[in-house]
Nanobody
């Protein structure tokens, strides 16, 4: 069973930075893609970034490219989301998700989420 556990959320002032972590377990993730999504109150969940575990190719939502960086520690089975220059509109619950094996469009596994609050 795939388990995803997020951490690193919190309260930060606008312009600040946070690094989210997602510890993945239960599979060999070489055939998976791990991603970050977020959901703000009253809004739909949206894609933030993803990393193909095999090869390390990264993908970003256009609006987050440049401020957010996704990376992976293969030895720890952990994916990170470094968020810089945070804005109040980045406030949301951030979820880690896994797609696979080999079906990278279907995120079937989800973590419980971590709250990020950016104050103005």
């Amino acid at each position: 069973q795939v388990q995803l556990v997020e951490s690193g959320g919190g309260l930060v002032q606008a312009g600040g930075s946070l690094r989210l972590s997602c510890a993945a377990s239960g599979r060999t993730f070489s055939q998976y893609q791990l991603g970050w999504f977020r959901q703000a109150p009253g809004k739909e969940r949206e894609f933030v970034a993803a990393i193909r575990w095999s090869g390390g190719t990264t993908y970003y939502a256009d609006s987050r490219k440049g401020r957010f960086t996704i990376s992976g520690d293969y030895a720890k089975n952990t994916v990170y989301l470094q968020m810089n220059s945070l804005r109040p509109e980045d406030t949301a619950v951030y979820y880690c998700a896994a797609a696979g094996p080999w079906t990278y469009d279907d995120y079937a596994y989800w973590g419980q989420g971590t709250q990020v609050t950016v104050s103005s």
